[in-house]
């Protein structure tokens, strides 16, 4: 808040109490105005000196708003003044706000005043105009030397009420200022004015809600210190009240408005000049203000140019040659100005133009570039910098030039592509370089340098070798282009020929050759399309050479570390050569060429694994080209713990000892060197055996182990064993990094000590019956025949017919069934028959027979039919014994006649007998007393085949009579029984099984 | 009994709601409209966030509601509930239409105040999304054989910023078209789903009547 004045600084304020005077009463007003007339009146007519002091007024006071520079502009005049007088005055100037007591400013305003003349006066508020209503009133004082002291203050004007609240229009609330644009750091009031009292205001900058001070019922303020930059959009201040009433307005913070940096001007042609600069911030707001512009103003012309870009300007240069500039550049928004200014010589300001760039003459190695740079003018020195990129370096060449340039590139590679580029700045007044020019350009190509470092694997099989050719591609410096084929002559160095070369295409890195036993002598060259690199040259000797002993090799952390016996004589060179994967079979020939003074290498390869087996073969290289071998040499670049234990087998298992072998593993496999092997056995009743210790396995369990030292060794014979006992056994590798997995044991048992010798016995006895058997199945015939040869049958003898033919015709064979019997013959068991079960080897002996006891049954003559009389047969299948009830002896029978009915009930008795025996038997059969009963069944005559069977149900006729027999299971009615045969039937009998 | 269900069969392809080869009617682009709304609808959600947003708080605050001083030319959408039952098909799409021709317009003056490359690209996007809304508008009016309402000559709506606006009131503005236009899409979905239910033709289901004679 301040005040402006037009022509004068404000005054001090001064002792207010001193200089005011109580409110002019009309009539000392009266006489006052009639004093000052007079004292006018007699000035005019006598001298210019005043003699006393008049108090003059100020009048027609009049306010006007600027509401936007929140400005009131006071004019008045001093009528009292004479014409053409001047008078030196002050003016006291007071205002309030909101009422005239609440005086808010009061300034003095000390001027010269002239007759007539409108006096003007600003003064700046904090506070929006619109806010709050304000009065303005102002007083004077003659303060000129010539008037006399005491001089009195005049009377205060009338207050002049500013009101700008009538721009609140028909909307019921506002917020002021509208649309303010501040810069940043500034210091803002804003107030909320609404036509109804406010209660609980709320406003809020950009969503933070703010202090709020109520000037009057309808007034609320808050003030904002340092305001700060939010978006280009302005910050929201939005306030509210009960009752709704809502109003806001838009802060618009411009960022300041920064002075241009780097402000340069440069010509390239002496036609323009191109200024540039660094703007700075954006201070451009939406809808409020644009961005700021830049003005180019140049002194000596007197010239100017509103530049329409941020950043740079062209300036044209006036044909007049001016040579001197001074430049002012003007960034201005609506805030601020800011100006920068250079002074220069336009010949000290030359950048020459971007040259244009050629090339002329590329051969293999050289190159010439030219390039021009289009007028400077004048014919100005220009000095230029020539830049070669290529093969990853950078070469810098100086140059001095006037419009055109050129340069000799020498010492290039061939077949390479490099980059050359050129820049100049003016040699006489140094300004700028100008911008790069380059280009790419190739080296033609040349002959390969160098012989393609070649090698060979010699294979030989049934007398024929296959010789394979292999060779490194030539490095980029010693191919200079690119390599289109290999050529290989293969020479014999036997039998002179005809050389006839073989084209390989590139890139191909290997050949074959089928060779015989003789000599050759290979030439390997490498081609391109300019020309041939030098032959490499390899003998493959008919010898086919001597073997060496494999050897370890030591291995550093650089690699494998390889040293061999200096050959005396005539090697030309050493080569080393190994296989980078003979893990996978594809070996991947490797070799290394060492000089002849050298005697050790280290050989490192990214293809080396950990755990695999590299062998390395050192040959020596003789003069005439022939490569023979050195040394071998063979190792691992890590060893790893194996992987895999031997398969072992067991052998000469005796009752106490057995051997355990296994054989060697492929080499290929192992992770490392075995350096033996370690048997585990483990231990019976916690004892180790003698040489084994005792060791704790990796799954924690104590068992025995036999170190065995020597890896050759493949076998191992565990003894001191107990017979019949259980032994695990388990053998694994041992290497320097340790030993293979822990596997199964695996279990033994070792045999009884007798057990030999029992089957030693018991092969020869089955042996041996299993032939008798065999010999007795072949003569079976021969057997039946003497053991039990076939009853003879009657109806089929020849005899009867020899008979019959020559003495009697009516001769016959008398039929059974015709046969009556007249006795039975029961055979009974002396005391001495027994029948013997031993254990499992039982043997049923019939140890005596006595003499059998007969029942005859005696035929009744009258109904006997019959032919004659009955034939009886003791059949041996069935043994018969008669009870022991008694009544089973030879039992008389009375002499009744003999009747059909008779012979039943005499067949009846003995059923009965039969079947109470029978049943006696199913009991225990006290040994020595009966056996089993059985009846002898005789021929029936209802069937010529003892074999068939009964067609009809059983009928009770004559002669086959019996009702009931028992059969004894074939084993025991077969003559020949064997012990194990007679053992399972009497087994069955005694289980009760029973057949009728 | 077989006689009659065969000729039933013969004529079931002539009935209009099985009949799927002929004129699919104002179905369909009915539905696409409805489409429409909703995808508009999600594409301004966005496209506001980001608007209110570069116009800075309160105006992003979700809760801010402010009166709506100069907005009083954008076209109301809201409407009593009984007026928008009983509008006519044909006043229903006039009224959207009409409604999305002055939106549009006003959306395009919005677009071109927006001070961000960014913005104006959203705003652009979007009124080629809507000009899309209110051609197909009027195609349901075109196959509804309603006349497309003619603007008047000379009162095309502009969305110029109004001298004697404040900054805030033009704020304001820009606010209410939003809010306005998001309060247009709602209901275009609503009249849009109404029309397509009455559109709908009856459900498809024949029903057979066999008579059991001697059955």
Request: charged content about 20%.
């Amino acid at each position: 808040m301040g005040a402006r004045s037009s022509g004068a600084e404000s005054m001090e304020p001064r002792a207010l109490l001193l200089t005011q005077k109580p409110e002019p009463m009309a009539l000392f007003a009266f006489f006052q105005t009639i004093l000052l007339l007079v004292s006018l009146s007699l000035r005019t007519c006598q001298s210019e000196v005043l003699s006393e002091p008049l108090p003059l007024t100020p009048e027609s006071l009049d306010v006007s708003i600027n509401s936007a520079q929140r400005c009131l502009h006071l004019q008045w005049r001093v009528h009292s003044l004479a014409y053409h007088q001047e008078l030196k005055m002050v003016f006291q100037i007071e205002i309030s706000r909101i009422n005239t007591s609440n005086v808010i400013w009061v300034d003095y305003y000390s001027t010269t005043v002239k007759w007539n003349q409108v006096l003007h006066w600003s003064w700046e508020s904090e506070l929006p105009l619109e806010c709050a209503t304000h009065f303005v009133r102002i007083r004077s004082r003659v303060d000129d030397a010539r008037v006399p002291e005491p001089r009195f203050w005049s009377n205060w004007s009338s207050w002049k009420e500013v009101n700008e609240q009538n721009s609140l229009g028909h909307k019921a609330s506002s917020v002021f200022p509208v649309d303010k644009l501040v810069e940043e750091g500034s210091n803002v009031t804003i107030c909320y004015i609404s036509r109804s009292h406010q209660n609980n205001v709320s406003c809020y900058l950009d969503g933070v809600r703010m202090h709020v001070e109520q000037l009057d019922p309808n007034v609320s303020a808050f003030h904002v210190n340092n305001v700060a930059f939010v978006r280009e959009t302005g910050t929201n201040i939005f306030c509210e009240m009960d009752p709704k009433d809502d109003a806001g307005t838009v802060l618009f913070v411009s960022k300041v408005l920064e002075e241009p940096k780097d402000f340069s001007c440069e010509t390239q042609d002496f036609k323009t000049l191109h200024c540039t600069w660094d703007p700075g911030s954006d201070t451009s707001l939406v809808r409020k203000q644009p961005y700021q512009s830049y003005t180019l103003f140049e002194s000596f012309s007197g010239e100017k140019r509103l530049c329409e870009h941020k950043n740079w300007c062209d300036w044209q240069i006036a044909q007049d040659s001016q040579e001197m500039y001074n430049f002012t550049l003007v960034a201005e928004n609506y805030l601020r100005k800011r100006s920068v200014n250079i002074l220069f010589n336009l010949t000290h300001r030359v950048r020459p133009m971007t040259p244009k760039v050629f090339f002329k003459n590329i051969s293999a190695t050289n190159a010439t570039m030219t390039w021009r740079v289009h007028s400077t003018g004048n014919h100005r020195t220009l000095l230029c910098q020539i830049e070669l990129h290529g093969e990853g370096k950078v070469i810098q060449h100086n140059a001095s030039i006037k419009v055109n340039g050129e340069y000799l590139l020498s010492e290039l590679e061939p077949d390479t592509q490099y980059m050359a580029r050129v820049h100049c700045g003016d040699a006489n007044h140094f300004w700028k370089w100008s911008e790069w020019s380059g280009e790419n350009f190739t080296t033609l190509e040349a002959a390969p340098s160098e012989a393609p470092d070649v090698w060979r694997d010699v294979k030989s099989e049934l007398g024929n070798r296959t010789v394979t050719l292999f060779w490194k591609p030539l490095s980029k410096s010693h191919a200079n282009g690119k390599i289109r084929f290999y050529n290989v002559i293969v020479e014999n160095l036997d039998k002179p020929s005809e050389l006839e070369p073989v084209p390989i295409p590139a890139p191909a890195n290997h050949t074959k050759l089928a060779l015989d036993q003789c000599s050759y002598r290979i030439h390997v060259t490498a081609n391109n399309s300019v020309g041939t690199s030098p032959a490499s040259v390899i003998v493959i000797s008919g010898d086919p050479g001597n073997q060496v002993e494999e050897e370890r090799v030591n291995v550093t952390a650089d690699g494998f570390s390889l040293s061999w016996k200096p050959q005396s004589g005539d090697v030309t060179g050493y080569v080393v050569e190994w296989c980078d994967r003979p893990q996978d079979g594809s070996c991947d020939l490797q070799w290394e060429n060492l000089g002849p003074n050298t005697t050790s290498t280290v050989i490192s390869s990214d293809a080396f694994r950990p755990g695999v087996r590299y062998n390395f073969r050192i040959y020596g290289i003789s003069t005439k080209r022939i490569a023979y071998l050195l040394e071998q040499k063979t190792g691992y670049s890590q060893e790893l713990a194996p992987l895999v234990n031997p398969q072992v087998v067991m052998s000469n298992l005796t009752s106490h000892s057995f051997t355990l072998s296994w054989k060697d593993y492929p080499t290929e496999t192992q992770r490392s060197f075995i350096r033996g092997y370690h048997v585990y056995l483990k231990p019976k009743e916690g004892q180790c055996h003698p040489g084994f210790e005792k060791a704790a396995l990796s799954d924690n369990s104590v068992c025995c182990k036999y170190k065995i030292d020597k890896p050759e060794q493949k076998t191992f014979v565990v003894e001191n064993l107990q017979p019949e006992s259980i032994y695990e056994f388990f053998v694994t590798p041992f290497t320097s990094v340790g030993e293979g997995p822990l596997d199964a044991f695996t279990k033994v048992t070792t045999p009884d000590e007798h057990s030999h010798l029992l089957i030693r016995i018991i092969l020869p006895t089955v042996f041996c019956v299993v032939l008798i058997m065999i010999v007795c199945y072949l003569n079976s015939q021969w057997m039946k025949e003497k053991c039990y040869p076939d009853i003879p049958d009657p109806y089929k003898s020849s005899v009867l017919s020899l008979i019959k033919s020559k003495e009697n015709p009516h001769l016959t064979i008398m039929s059974v069934k015709d046969c009556i019997p007249d006795a039975i013959e029961v055979i009974n068991k002396p005391e001495g028959s027994k029948i013997q079960f031993s254990g499992t080897r039982n043997s049923l002996t019939e140890t005596e027979i006595t003499k059998p006891a007969y029942l005859y049954l005696l035929p009744a003559e009258k109904n006997y039919s019959g032919p004659g009389p009955c034939i009886c047969f003791e059949n041996f299948t069935y043994n018969q014994a008669a009870s022991n009830s008694g009544s089973c002896g030879h039992v008389p029978v009375p002499p009744t006649a003999p009747s059909q009915r008779g012979l039943l009930t005499s067949l009846e008795n003995l059923l009965k007998a039969l079947e109470k025996n029978y049943m006696n038997s199913q009991g225990e059969i006290p040994a020595g007393e009966t056996t089993l009963n059985y009846v002898s069944q005789l021929a029936s005559p209802m069937s010529g085949d003892k074999d068939s069977l009964p067609t009809d149900p059983p009928v009770p006729a004559l002669c086959s009579e019996y009702k009931m027999q028992m059969a004894i299971p074939l084993g025991l009615a077969s003559p020949p029984l064997s012990e194990n045969s007679s053992v399972s039937s009497v087994t069955l009998l005694d289980q009760g099984d029973h057949h009728h | 009994m077989l006689a009659c269900l065969c000729t039933v069969l013969w004529h079931l392809p002539a009935v209009p709601a099985l009949n799927r080869t002929g004129d699919p009617g104002p179905g369909p682009s009915i539905q696409k409209t409805y489409d429409l709304t909703r995808y508009l609808e999600h594409q301004l959600r966005s496209l506001a966030g980001t608007y209110l947003n570069y116009l800075g708080p309160p105006f992003n605050e979700p809760d801010f509601n402010p009166p709506r001083l100069g907005a009083e030319t954008l076209p109301r959408a809201t409407v009593n509930l009984d007026v928008w039952q009983n509008l006519s098909d044909k006043l229903r799409l006039t009224q959207n239409y009409e409604a999305y021709s002055h939106l549009l317009c006003y959306l395009r003056g919005l677009n071109r105040q927006a001070a961000t490359a960014e913005l104006r690209r959203s705003l652009a996007h979007f009124c080629t999304s809507l000009q899309g809304l209110l051609g197909s508008i009027a195609g349901v009016m075109a196959a509804l054989g309603y006349p497309l309402p003619q603007p008047l000559p000379g009162t095309e709506p502009t969305w110029s910023p109004d001298p004697a606006h404040s900054d805030f009131l033009q704020k304001m503005d820009d606010f209410w078209l939003l809010k306005e236009l998001q309060t247009w899409l709602w209901r275009s979905a609503k009249d849009f789903n109404r029309l397509k239910k009455k559109m709908q033709p009856p459900a498809a289901a024949v029903t057979l009547r066999l008579e059991a004679h001697g059955f």
